[in-house]
């Protein structure tokens, strides 16, 4: 059918393009929820973080696709800089 149609080329698009989310926190309780989701449609996440080492329930292969950079929430001109 034309829809069925309409939504394989919508997911071939979809995987086609590499799309790159920011979040803040992606490694905490609630944050690693959002970024599981992107990376399941196939995302990248820059994780800016105040605990960059903070351990991570994350495989290697996603941890691939995460890159992290410390974020300091106090210093306003952090976010810019990242």
Not at 12 to 35: K, Q, V
Not at 41 to 62: M, Y
Not at 67 to 75: F, K, N, S, V
Request: aromatic share 4%.
């Amino acid at each position: 059918s034309t829809s069925e149609c309409d939504g394989a080329r919508e997911a071939e698009g979809r995987m086609a393009r590499t799309t790159t989310s920011a979040i803040t926190g992606a490694f905490s309780y609630t944050g690693r929820y959002l970024a599981r989701r992107l990376l399941d449609d196939g995302q990248r996440i820059v994780n800016l973080t105040n605990h960059p080492n903070r351990p991570v329930a994350f495989s290697p292969a996603e941890l691939a696709r995460i890159r992290t950079l410390p974020l300091d929430l106090a210093d306003e001109g952090a976010l810019a800089r990242a």
